[in-house]
Structures are given as C-alpha cells and as structure tokens.
C-alpha cells in the first residue's frame, strides 16, 4: 500500500494533462513503515523522448531530484508516469525497464479525460501487482 | 583515498575505477546504470579506463524509462 496526498496527485495530474498528448514522468519519494509506504513529494521530470508513447527520465534532472531526496531525508519510492491514450497498468516495455523490485511504478491513466485513474504497481520480471493507493487530504 | 558514494563517506584505494567501485559497491543490474562524478556524467563505455580521485563525490543513477504499449 502506498500513500498520495490529494495536493500531489492534483501536481501529477495537472503536469500530465499540461503536456499532452506527450507521456508525462517523475519521481517520487518519502519514507517506508510497517503501515506501508507514504510519498512526500514528488518530483516533475522532462520526458526526454517527448513521446505520447514513450518516456525517458531527464538524467540531469534525476541527479537533481536524488540529491534533494537526500537533503531532505527522503527515500526514493519510484517513479510515476501517464498513459495519456491507455489503461493504467504496465506495458510490456514498462516491465521490460522495471529493473527494481522494491519500487513503485506509478501510472496516470488519461484514457478517459473525465476520470483520471491512477493506479500503483510492483513489477517483478513479467509480474505486475497492483499494490494499491491510498489518496489523502 | 576517501570519496563520496550516493553522499556516503568512503576510504577507498588509490587508482580505483568506476567499473571497480561498481562491482565494489554491488550495483545491481548494471547495465541500467549512469554514473555522475562531480556532477558529469561519465560515459557508459568510459567506466573501465575512469580512475576516481581523492575527493571525488559519485552517484549512481538507474536509467528509468517505459511506454504505453
């Protein structure tokens, strides 16, 4: 279970739907418990391929964001990234480039505009499991 | 020699390579891996003939990347 303050998914949201039809990405980070995961802030990143199809982390930006991480006390949790034209859940090159079991990989459906879904998973080789999220005010 | 790996303190020995301290250092799947050196990136095919100084600080970044098909 991971947890999403309601400010962070509206940053997330707003950022996806500002850079359509291109795929949207970031990172997030925050601390683990017992009780699970909690994000305390995520982190807006380029998608270098300017794609609506695919996305690469700009690496300057992500040397920036784990530094800050580490300023801040901070864990990295993963990333987060939209689908403007799909459904939240990996695709296979999601899978293929999910090289951290530990992670949470994100996923901002914009398929239907009028319900933004966003879903969390844990993949493992060719297994993905929802791990579900928790949106707090 | 002492360096900073991911902002963690280390003594390491003179003439260390980045393809070294990746071994060293236990860096899971590798070839996803970036390595900066005072803030530069250090070129993939370079890591074997790049010998880290005294006081070189190193992070190492996963390349994280996906699509929607």
């Known amino acids: 279970m991971i947890t999403l303050k309601r400010a962070d998914f509206d940053t997330i949201l707003r950022h996806a739907e500002s850079v359509l039809p291109e795929e949207a990405c970031g990172l997030i980070a925050g601390e683990i418990t017992e009780g699970g995961k909690t994000i305390k802030k995520v982190y807006i990143l380029t998608n270098i391929d300017h ?10 930006e992500q040397l920036a964001a784990v530094k800050d991480m580490r300023a ?6 993963g990333n987060w990234h939209s689908h403007p034209e799909s459904p939240s859940r990996p695709s296979e090159e999601d899978k293929r480039l999910a090289y951290d079991s530990k992670a949470s990989y994100l996923i901002l459906s914009l398929m239907d505009r009028n319900a933004p879904v966003l879903n969390s998973f844990k993949i493992t080789g060719d297994n993905a499991e929802n791990e579900g999220i928790i949106i707090t005010d | 020699m002492n360096i900073t790996v991911a902002g963690e303190k280390k003594e390491v020995k003179d003439g260390l390579t980045v ?3 990746v071994i060293d250092e236990k860096v899971e799947t590798p070839e996803y891996v970036t390595v900066t050196i005072n803030d530069e990136f250090v070129e993939s095919g370079a890591f074997e003939s ?4 005294d006081g070189d600080s190193v992070e190492f970044l996963y390349f994280m990347g996906g699509g929607s098909l």
């Open chain 1, 51 to 60: 794609s609506n199809e695919h996305f690469s982390l700009d690496p300057k």
């Open chain 1, 72 to 77: 801040n006390g901070l864990v990295p949790l």
């Open chain 2, 19 to 21: 393809a070294q301290l």
């Open chain 2, 50 to 53: 790049t010998v880290l100084k």
